[in-house]
């Protein structure tokens, strides 16, 4: 018996090593109103193409971090084409990082939050992140909730968004179009008509890519369930819409007419063809300063003109965001800096311009100007970063963008659906269920959604094999969870 519990009790040892071999060494939360004795790095990854003077940016701010929360930090920038598989590939392999960029479209913010890959914010919006979570508001933040909890913290930024068309000036004032009186795809058909008779060298007068300035774009949604401003604002299957007949209707019509490129099922330069002055007209989400923004280095002028008003949706929230990796070691430090990063503009200018002399001179106290060849800027990755209102404006940049952006937010539609997120399915048959009809989604309405197929037949087929993957059933739960969602806001 003695030998028995000997041989027991060293197993009962060398278990508890093994345990704590595996376990994560986490510091204790610390005194937001004090600097820590101990230095922490933090390892952070943006989505941005690579610096080669990232080095003098992080030696000025861990300078200046060092008096304020004893922190450094180690900037990794990786290209888009890079940034979700990569991070990906860390979070599933469960290897250390402290800080890095998500969103809903990229490193699938909801589904890491739900798995435990990012940090809980939550109890801290009143210790480490209370300066910036004063500024962002309560409003904006409930649209980062997952289940109830924050695991991100939103980029400051336009947090509205409008539909509208972004089109080339000199062609407009050539044969005198007033953009702002065209509300509708069908309403702008004339004006694409005599664009293609009258300038041979825009043959496709108007662009459009999935998802992305599409006649669907249009028949506004939330989690691809709500049709803004009709059904009462409930749930519905908008793919058996009348509005999303029209919206392939007319993009069909348009592509048959010659309208838009005839390979818009595979083309991803819509951008670059504008910027060449090969499309006259495209539809895009905006905001004041879009059109400069996107075509600043092209050598025609682009004006804007929204054609929906500003509303806030589930982007507002889930965007754009920095999340706090659950493999960091001291998660407390990493918010202090988050807070920092959003509230001081010293930190914030340096991360995205450089060192003033070396990266950029100023010019007056809002704007300056880009050293070229220095090897560093983030500007154009702001909305990525920080809270884009601590930015330095530059000479191209409209003087007064962060008060036409401020403006546009405060003036957005706030609906209640902006806030509203499906709870996790855990349930084998229904998450089965939800694949198919996802999978038929993939399948069906993109050549719908880009005019490149007749819509009668294809239109109907989708309908009929969403019916059989279950999309009824979807719904009944669907309007079941907003129904409750309702009841409690």
Not at 168 to 197: G, T
Not at 218 to 226: C, P, S
Not at 318 to 339: E, H, Y
């Amino acid at each position: 018996m003695k030998r028995l519990l000997a041989v027991l009790l060293m197993l009962t040892l060398a278990f508890s090593m093994l345990a704590g071999c595996g376990k994560k060494e986490t510091a204790e939360l610390e005194d937001p109103n004090t600097v820590p004795k101990d230095t922490y790095e933090i390892q952070w990854y943006l989505m941005a193409d690579a610096q080669n003077d990232v080095a003098s940016v992080e030696e000025a701010l861990n300078e200046y971090l060092k008096d304020k929360i004893n922190a450094t930090v180690k900037i990794n920038c990786l290209p888009s084409a890079q940034y979700t598989k990569k991070l990906g590939t860390m979070i599933n392999a469960g290897e250390y990082f402290d800080l890095c960029f998500a969103a809903r479209w990229a490193l699938d913010y909801v589904g890491n939050s739900r798995s435990g890959a990012f940090y809980d914010l939550t109890d801290h919006l009143d210790t480490y992140l209370k300066d910036i979570n004063e500024i962002i508001g309560e409003e904006t933040m409930k649209c980062s909730y997952v289940d109830g909890r924050l695991y991100g913290l939103p980029v400051y930024k336009e947090m509205a968004t409008q539909q509208g068309w972004i089109y080339r000036k000199d062609i407009a004032e050539k044969y005198d179009i007033d953009m702002s009186k065209y509300k509708s795809f069908k309403e702008l058909e004339p004006v694409l008509k005599m664009i293609k008779e009258k300038e041979p060298d825009m043959k496709y007068p108007i662009d459009w890519a999935y998802g992305a300035g599409e006649p669907a774009s249009l028949v506004m949604t939330a989690n691809n369930i709500f049709v803004d401003g009709s059904y009462d604002n409930q749930p519905v299957n908008r793919y058996a819409t009348k509005e999303y007949k029209e919206a392939c209707e007319i993009a069909r019509d348009f592509y048959n007419k010659g309208y838009v490129r005839p390979d818009v099922l595979t083309a991803t330069d819509q951008v670059a063809r504008m910027s060449e002055g090969k499309t006259f007209v495209m539809l895009q989400p905006l905001k004041p300063g879009k059109a400069l923004e996107l075509f600043k280095n092209s050598k025609y002028e682009f004006e804007q003109v929204g054609i929906t008003e500003p509303g806030i949706d589930h982007l507002a929230g889930t965007g754009s965001m920095q999340v706090v990796s659950a493999t960091s070691k001291n998660p407390a430090r990493v918010m202090r800096f988050l807070n920092l990063l959003n509230t001081d503009p010293y930190v914030k200018n340096l991360v995205v311009h450089g060192v003033e002399g070396k990266h950029y001179k100023k010019i007056d106290d809002k704007t300056v100007e880009p050293i070229k060849g220095s090897g560093y800027s983030l500007y154009t990755n702001s909305w990525a970063i920080g809270n884009v209102f601590l930015d330095y404006l530059l000479p191209e940049d409209d003087p007064t963008k962060h008060e036409q952006l401020q403006k546009f937010n405060e003036e957005a539609k706030k609906p209640l659906v902006a806030t509203f997120l499906l709870k996790e399915v855990t349930d084998p048959d229904k998450k089965q269920r939800n694949i198919e009809i996802n999978n038929t989604v993939e399948n069906y309405a993109k050549q719908l959604n880009l005019g490149a197929v007749d819509v009668e037949p294809n239109l109907k087929e989708f309908l009929e094999v969403l019916d059989k993957a279950g999309i009824d059933s979807q719904l009944k739960d669907i309007k079941a969870e907003w129904k409750e969602f309702q009841k409690n806001n």
